[in-house]
């Protein structure tokens, strides 16, 4: 099995990392030192983003094109991997994106290959890595879920699916890998300033721009989130208390409520 005892160098796997919030971890992973595996599909930007982050910080960057949402990913991405000796001792697992629209709207093939990447590819690869961390007694893994993750979501609702599927699953895993040595978080984002609403198909309000997170500070509450062991993580104060508001309020009205805010 690959180790990277010998040198003392910690190598840290970022999923969706050619922009936006995963371009955001790879730059603060690579200033805390840290070696960078950056994953998908655009591999041109990858480079660009490795080279620069090498020039900047000194670290190695290995760079790996490849559509996670495509069958067999997960064991190709490992393969390729341990093909260069190293082993992963951070996880971040952020690859996804939304569709937006009602349910019956949405391109078929469009929905699967979202809910392949959100949870398929997901656990494929996080069982794959959480089983090497666990041989090797130590580890840490961070699971990106959504604010959308804690209520119903009417436009957004496989999505939102998808990602309280990721916040179960990775708190699950918390209790799981704990007597393993390895460290699970899911870090609950909200809005950001990423592309992910032009990805998914969906104009922002003035009033979403505003309440707009900045990606560095959400990448900062998620890995010291995860430096600190706990299960899962808020980013942002407002959206800590809006997500603790719905435990006062039924689920039905927190679905009307947000279908009126989200409806085209």
Not at 241 to 251: E, K, W, Y
Request: hydrophobic share 50%; no cysteine; proline share 4%.
């Amino acid at each position: 099995m690959a180790s990277n005892m010998a040198d003392g160098q910690q190598w840290a796997l970022v999923t969706g990392a050619s922009g936006g919030l995963g371009g955001a971890f790879a730059t603060a992973l690579a200033a805390e030192g840290r070696n960078l595996i950056l994953t998908a599909r655009d591999t041109a930007k990858l480079e660009a983003l490795g080279s620069r982050l090498s020039a900047e910080h000194g670290v190695k960057a290995l760079v790996i094109g490849l559509d996670l949402s495509a069958q067999g990913s997960a064991k190709e991405l490992m393969r390729r991997v341990a093909a260069e000796g190293v082993a992963v001792d951070i996880l971040v697992n952020n690859a996804g994106f939304g569709v937006y629209g009602e349910l019956v709207s949405q391109a078929p093939d469009r929905l699967r290959e979202m809910l392949e990447l959100n949870v398929v590819a997901l656990t494929e690869l996080t069982r794959r890595v959480a089983a090497e961390m666990a041989a090797r007694r130590q580890g840490s893994i961070l699971l990106v879920s959504s604010m959308t993750a804690h209520q119903p979501v009417p436009t957004y609702s496989a999505y939102a699916a998808s990602k309280a599927y990721v916040l179960s699953f990775g708190e699950a895993l918390h209790a799981e890998m704990a007597k393993h040595g390895v460290k699970v978080t899911v870090l609950s984002p909200g809005l950001m300033d990423t592309g992910f609403l032009a990805a998914a198909g969906q104009a922002p309000t003035p009033a979403m721009r505003r309440t707009m997170l900045a990606p560095d500070a959400v990448v900062a509450e998620g890995l010291k989130a995860l430096a600190e062991g706990k299960p899962s993580v808020i980013a942002g104060a407002m959206n800590r208390i809006l997500a603790f508001s719905n435990r006062f309020t039924p689920r039905k009205l927190q679905a009307n409520v947000a279908y009126k805010m989200m409806a085209p």
